[in-house]
């Protein structure tokens, strides 16, 4: 079962900006902007708040709507509830489409009700979702669409729900563990660019007036004092040019983001954690596809973005080349360089059983606990780490500021 044969053929519909004017419920004039998909539902949304329409005027089309991950992943909660609850499937979008938001969450009520009017015209769920693939990758289609074929949505939205909120919960903690280590480390930095550009100076008018040789560390702090001052703009404004630059070749470079994802895997700390957590998602997404009923084959249609790392996503289309060939699995994962031998092994395994589905996910599991047991480790090892750069900075610059006053008073 391939996604790629049932896409959607009917463009999507652009929805309208509407200015409207109108009187409330107590007879004071309201007005303001709304999103439509056309004068009637307009409307219709401005009758249910009780309000009487003076005025609507048609301000051209309104721009596509943009919705996080976390809407998404409650979408998916959300629905899989009501689902189960026995609701059927378009008066259940149509009830998370009026749910109430504000701020940056008003975009997913939109697409909701862009999904309930496409049910509702004959489209299937699957083809529908296809129409937003900024909010609904090919790995969550794919799997709708089988939950569609097998009778088993509910089961499905909810295993979708499960996996989307275990892998925010990893990002969220590899976001805390390297928080506030890079924080103290960019205040380290911040202070000591602060001293070497205002403080240092001052002791170099005191140290004029010795008239004798200072030591090695205070002339190396007084040199890199003099750099800092006439060099840091100019550092700045070329680190700001250098960033800009590479994120520009980022994204306009697909073998320039491979070669980045590959030197970001082999970094000396977080590549091996990069490693084993890409290697998780990519071993749960397959395993996920075969547990649903999906062919092998057809799986990796659907597992080109599976880990947000492009060495990834290269090695899962150079694995699906291979087993059109005939190569096993196990064999075309090894031959990509980029799982690890913990994987790579019991999938061998388990294709002599028959029970790759099941071994891919406990194989994720696995990794996942990895994962966590890595970032609990490296969040111990940075405090530590920290204290001793941000003492090495500071201290090391107090220090050699005061050498020469402490030789000084020695001479005396």
């Not at 463009?11 to 009187?23: H, N, Q, S």
């Not at 051209?60 to 629905?79: C, E, M, Y």
Request: hydrophobic letters at 50%; aromatic letters at 6%; proline letters at 6%.
């Amino acid at each position: 079962m391939s996604i790629t044969a049932q896409s959607p053929t009917r463009p999507v519909v652009a929805d309208l900006r509407f200015r409207w004017r109108g009187i409330d419920a107590d007879g004071t004039r309201q007005s303001g902007t709304l999103i439509a998909p056309d004068a009637s539902a307009a409307r219709a949304m401005l009758k249910r708040d009780n309000l009487f329409i003076v005025e609507l005027a048609t301000q051209g089309p309104a721009p596509r709507p943009k919705a996080r991950a976390a809407d998404v992943t409650l979408f998916t909660r959300q629905l899989s509830s009501l689902l189960r609850a026995g609701l059927p499937l378009a008066p259940a979008l149509e009830l998370l489409a009026q749910a109430p938001t504000q701020g940056r969450r008003q975009g997913m009520p939109r697409i909701v009700d862009t999904l309930a009017r496409d049910i509702t015209s004959g489209l299937r769920f699957s083809a529908a979702l296809q129409r937003h693939p900024a909010q609904f990758n090919a790995l969550y289609c794919q799997l709708v669409e089988v939950g569609e074929a097998a009778g088993a949505l509910v089961t499905v939205l909810g295993r979708l729900a499960d996996d989307r909120e275990r892998a925010a919960a990893q990002r969220a903690k590899v976001r805390a563990a390297l928080t506030y280590p890079v924080a103290i480390l960019l205040l380290a930095i911040a202070i000591t660019a602060a001293l070497l550009v205002w403080v240092v100076p001052t002791f170099k008018q005191i140290f004029d007036g010795f008239g004798a040789k200072l030591p090695a560390p205070t002339q190396f702090v007084l040199a890199l004092s003099a750099g800092a001052a006439r060099w840091s703009v100019p550092l700045v404004v070329l680190m700001i040019v250098i960033g800009s630059a590479v994120t520009f070749v980022l994204r306009r470079s697909a073998s320039a983001r491979i070669r980045f994802a590959h030197v970001s895997l082999n970094l000396p700390v977080a590549g091996p954690l990069l490693r084993t957590l890409c290697a998780a998602r990519w071993s749960r997404a397959l395993g996920t596809l075969l547990a649903a009923g999906t062919p092998l084959a057809d799986a990796f249609d659907s597992l080109s973005q599976a880990t947000g790392n492009a060495f990834f996503d290269r090695a899962t289309a150079s694995i699906a080349v291979r087993l059109r060939r005939g190569e096993r699995l196990a064999a075309a994962m090894h031959a990509a360089h980029c799982f690890p031998p913990e994987i790579v092994q019991p999938v061998a395994v388990a294709e002599e059983s028959g029970a790759l589905d099941s071994m891919l996910l406990d194989v994720a599991s696995l990794a996942d606990r990895q994962v966590d047991d890595r970032i609990g480790t490296l969040s111990s090892l940075c405090e530590p780490l920290v204290i001793v750069v941000l003492g090495t900075l500071v201290g090391g610059l107090v220090i050699a500021m005061y050498l020469p006053i402490i030789q000084l008073g020695n001479v005396v």
